[in-house]
């Protein structure tokens, strides 16, 4: 359990800045998370890792000379947010391009593919190299759906050794996608982790259990099963990844981490290394440089993982390389060359605020837009803890917190986008972006980007007719299934979206006024959510653990139905009686 802490939604922000504090001869803290303190004095590729808080020294642990440049750090177990990874990225870019490096999660696709969108379209060199090393997550046939977990630590190894050797940055690229490749990991999980200021573990196991084949933000293994001895779970864990050898690698050289999860003793991993390392020998392998301990954790997790990498000799060099962080340090960077960063970072981002024009129709709707925002905030706020549980399910719990923060967010840029002149269109762009900013993960970049594109349709010269709110909704449900790529039946947000949307606008287009056409496409949203109980998920985190799923509605359809049902008194008031229903709701 995390004991130590303050208000809990603030724990990973005030994490990150301890942690640069403490290592400040090494990382400065810049928005969206930390590079580097020192530059290299000539231009190199710049490796920026990330993901959710909770896996340390992974990410911000491992940023240093022969390592990382930087790390975008989101929430606990949240991918952080297209500006965030944007913004590290252009602190800790030095004039040779930047790649970005992560685990295979939907939230960290979407949010890292978008920042490098942004970085490509400045003229900045960009890539991404996806980690997949967890076998238990997909079948060898689907290995471009695995999961990143352990391995992350060999790939971003490599990847930072071969940027630092002064390679270029379609070579850097290519040796992170070979490691990644050769990188094999197979975890178990004991007992469950707890976010700070929850009373209970994500999950929990009988006692004398175990969870094979567990992933990094709290997920539960896909089965349980007896707890064995040391040698056996040995035995199990070798047995497991060695099936999974990569083709021609048969005996040779490889780099070997028994991982800690975050609460097991390092005796208890030297006990079972006191296994694994013989049977690797029986197998015909010579151990590079192998790590024991906690390099990729979850909390406070009670669990193991096993990762193996089979090396090549370009592999070798780079996975056996100096390297100088706060979390992590083999053999002397002393030759490296470098040049002060400097305490603060550029706000490369940063605008002058144009004045808003913006007719007084579409203020008054802003005002509405404003109060529906606000409605919506409060409603999860109240399901925050009936959100996670769904979400712990087959999950790692944070929906619930992801949309408080994701929906707090957009009220506060709202309410300055509003008081500062913007009509209807600004103010819910400006709610889309800092939702998307504020939450991140999978479900924080889509409502922010639908919530952007619903602005974008309303703009600022007009209190919208119900033709315009249908075409509004239309560009929400768009942008959305355009960017996650999910349909009816994968068991997401989209099963209650799309239903919402076919009978709002089907009802609008046949006459119906937009009142009730919102209030029945709000209940068919709402039973479409309930009926997502029955289904096995299709896309992610869940899906590894689609069985546990079923008899559970999917959380990310439930709060969309529950915003739905609550916004629509504000978003369909007419113009005349705007003012009233506003009011109303004020008192």
């Known amino acids: 359990m995390t004991r ?3 208000d809990p939604a603030d724990f990973a922000d005030e994490a990150l800045a301890g942690f640069c504090d403490a290592h400040s001869d090494l990382v400065r803290q810049v928005d969206g998370g930390a590079v580097r303190r020192t530059r290299p004095a000539a231009p190199k590729v710049a490796v920026i890792t990330g993901g959710g808080s909770g896996h340390y020294p992974a990410f911000a642990g491992i940023i240093g000379p022969g390592f ?6 989101g929430n606990i177990f949240t991918s952080p947010s297209t500006q965030q990874a944007y913004s590290v990225a252009k602190a800790a870019h030095c004039g040779a391009g930047v790649v970005f490096t992560y685990g295979n999660y939907a939230g960290d696709v979407l949010n890292f593919g978008m920042a490098s969108e942004r970085l490509a379209a400045e003229g900045i060199a960009v890539e ?4 997949t090393d967890d076998v238990a997550s997909a079948p060898p046939h689907e290995i471009d759906k695995r999961r990143g977990i352990a391995g992350d630590f060999v790939v971003f190894k490599v990847m930072g050794a071969a940027a630092e050797a002064g390679l270029e940055l379609s070579e850097v690229v290519r040796v992170g996608r070979k490691a990644n490749a050769l990188t094999r ?3 178990t999980a004991f007992g469950g982790c707890t976010f700070p200021g929850a009373d209970k573990p994500l999950f929990t196991l009988s006692d004398g259990q175990m969870g094979l084949g567990l992933g990094i933000h709290g997920e539960p293994g896909l089965f349980d099963t007896e707890l064995p001895s040391a040698v056996e779970l040995g035995t199990e864990l070798v047995r497991r990844v060695l099936e999974e050898a990569p083709s021609g690698t048969a005996g040779g050289r490889i780099a070997v981490i028994l991982n800690g999860l975050g609460s097991t003793k390092l005796e208890e991993l030297f006990v079972l290394w006191r296994t694994v390392a013989p049977l690797l020998r029986e197998a015909g392998y010579t151990l590079v440089m ?3 301990g906690e390099l990729v954790t979850s909390l406070d997790m009670a669990g193991v993982s096993l990762t193996l990498t089979w090396l090549d000799e370009e592999l070798e060099e780079y996975w056996t390389a100096p390297a100088l962080t706060p979390a992590y340090r083999r053999g002397s960077v002393a030759g490296f060359v470098i040049a002060d960063g400097g305490d603060t970072a550029v706000d490369h981002d940063a605008v002058t605020q144009a004045g808003y024009e913006a007719t007084e129709a579409s203020r008054d709707y802003a005002r509405l837009a404003v109060e529906a ?5 409060r409603e999860l706020q109240e399901a925050e803890a009936e959100l996670g549980a769904m979400d712990a399910i087959a999950g790692d ?7 408080v923060r994701g929906s707090s967010a957009a009220v506060a840029a709202a309410v300055q986008a509003f008081e500062s002149g913007a009509g209807a269109g600004s103010v819910l762009m400006a709610a889309g972006d800092a939702w998307a900013d504020k939450a991140g993960g999978t479900s924080g970049v889509l409502w922010g980007a639908g919530l952007r594109s619903f602005g974008e349709r309303i703009d600022d010269a007009e209190f919208p007719t119900s033709d315009v709110l249908a075409d509004a909704v239309r560009a929400f449900t768009g942008r959305i299934t355009g960017l996650g790529k999910a349909e009816l039946g994968d068991k997401t947000m989209v099963d209650s979206l799309l239903p919402f949307t076919s009978s709002l606008t089907s009802a609008i287009a046949s006459g119906v006024d937009a009142p009730e056409a919102w ?3 709000a209940a068919d949203a709402a039973a479409a959510a309930k009926a997502t109980a029955s289904l096995r998920p299709q896309k992610g985190r869940a899906r590894p653990l689609a069985e546990k799923s079923v008899g559970t509605p999917d959380p990310g359809a439930t709060s969309l139905a529950m915003v739905f049902a609550v916004v629509g008194p504000y978003l369909t008031a007419e113009p005349s009686k705007q003012l009233a229903t506003a009011d109303s709701a004020d008192s």
Request: proline share 3%.
């Open 373 to 377: 925002l606000s409605t919506a905030a």
């Open 290 to 292: 192998p790590e024991v």
């Open 185 to 187: 990991t197979i975890g």
């Open 397 to 403: 719990g944070d929906h619930g917190r992801g949309m």
């Open 128 to 131: 991404n190299v996806l980690v």
């Open 4 to 6: 130590i802490f303050n």
């Open 68 to 73: 990382a440049d930087g790390a975008v750090v």
């Open 519 to 521: 209030s029945t496409a």
